[in-house]
């Protein structure tokens, strides 16, 4: 009896010096989402989905400043805060701009740009512009004054005609939602998200089908959905954090249970 409780005491002390300090698990990393997007022109992605480390203090307009130089960039500063007048994509194909859209535009013909390689304000419609989403919700403040938080999806935009209407993010003055569509948008950002882990693990992989549905304005909902369980194999459950120590509660437990010893561990989460 003497010897099975010197063998159980050994065991479980045994089982907590094997636990590295709580100091020493690694903090799960946090990404934000970024999309740079000129869908209503039939001319795809200026930046595909892409997510970077989330840094304290990180904003929409860093994040943007971050994926795309600087001197791409033409951003205009106004007593609302910074804004983007135009970016240099140096695309010169001609806009093919969705029928459904063009249904909408009336009393203006549509133009075109007004400087080649650079995708401006009021360029095709005296309407058209940048602005910007937040996790499939349009930003209502200045891109340098939103602060993000870990999983955000940021898409900027180019909407051609309805200041967002054309996208799913116009503004519906009968609600004072800013939802209003011409047609039913389909939410993009899981799928977002999903492409832009899988081109972080594999930048060679191919998601050529991915991005043109998602490129797609009249993509519906299920297609997209059914693309996202596609790529992450039906399981789009974020993995436990690096640091979770409850694994190494369960080894311990598992250890001494069987000799009748009961171990208490003060359980922390480490995230």
Do not use: H
Request: aromatic letters at 8%.
């Amino acid at each position: 009896m003497k010897i099975k409780k010197i063998t159980a005491t050994f065991l479980a002390v045994l089982a907590l010096a094997l636990i590295p300090p709580l100091s020493t698990f690694a903090a799960e990393k946090e990404y934000v989402y970024i999309t740079v997007e000129k869908f209503t022109l039939g001319q795809g992605f200026i930046l595909e989905p892409t997510r970077f480390e989330l840094v304290e203090g990180e904003t929409a307009q860093s994040l943007l400043e971050k994926a795309i130089a600087s001197d791409k960039l033409v951003i205009v500063k106004s007593q609302y805060g910074d804004y983007i007048d135009g970016i240099k994509d140096g695309d010169t194909a001609e806009a093919v701009i969705p029928q459904y859209i063009l249904d909408e535009i009336t009393g203006e013909e549509v133009t075109g740009r007004a400087a080649e390689g650079v995708l401006s304000g009021l360029d095709y419609t005296s309407q058209g512009g940048w602005l910007y989403a937040v996790n499939n919700e349009a930003a209502v403040i200045a891109m340098g004054e939103c602060e993000l938080k870990a999983n955000d999806v940021v898409r900027f935009f180019f909407s051609v005609y309805g200041y967002g209407t054309d996208v799913g993010f116009g503004f519906d003055f009968e609600t004072n939602q800013s939802d209003a569509s011409y047609i039913d948008m389909a939410n993009r950002d899981e799928l977002i998200k999903i492409v832009a882990d899988k081109k972080a693990e594999d930048d060679s992989a191919d998601f050529s089908d991915e991005l043109a549905l998602l490129a797609n304005l009249e993509a519906t909902q299920a297609e997209l959905d059914e693309a996202a369980d596609s790529l992450s194999g039906g399981n789009v459950i974020t993995p436990p954090a690096t640091g979770d120590c409850r694994f190494c509660i369960l080894l311990i437990t598992l250890a001494v249970s069987g000799i009748g010893v009961v171990v208490a561990v003060k359980k922390k989460v480490v995230r």
